[in-house]
């Protein structure tokens, strides 16, 4: 896995943290994340990631991960192409 793509699941990892009750889980999670970015993790750089658009190619509009996935993780996201459900993601 390179590098950034640790670094992003880090900070998603610790978004998520914040969004659902702490369970022992999410602390194992998170020390793993924390090892291996060697970085401090950040809720708040984790929800940005989340919320930040990103440009598409072809001139289609840009999307963030919450298009699909809604704000909350807790609830059923939307594909908003296909409008397919996506199931909540919630770790388990
Ligand atoms: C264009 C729509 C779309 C966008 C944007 C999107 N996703 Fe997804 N994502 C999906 C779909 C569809 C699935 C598969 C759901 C299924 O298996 O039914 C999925 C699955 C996932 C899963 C696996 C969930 C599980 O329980 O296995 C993760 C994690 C995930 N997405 C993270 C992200 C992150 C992080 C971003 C932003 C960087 C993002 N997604 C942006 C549509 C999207």
């Not at 090892?35 to 990631?49: N, P, Q, R």
Request: aromatic content about 4%; some cysteine.
């Amino acid at each position: 896995m390179k590098r950034h793509h640790v670094m992003i699941l880090a900070a998603l990892g610790i978004f998520l943290s914040g969004v659902f009750a702490s369970a022992a889980v999410l602390d194992d999670l998170l020390s793993k994340y924390q090892k291996t970015s060697g970085t401090a993790l950040s809720a708040t750089a984790g929800e940005v990631l989340w919320k930040e658009k990103h440009p598409q190619a072809g001139g289609a509009s840009s999307h963030s991960c919450a298009s699909c996935h809604g704000d909350n993780l807790r609830q059923t996201g939307k594909h908003e192409k296909t409008g397919k459900k996506i199931d909540a993601m919630p770790p388990r």
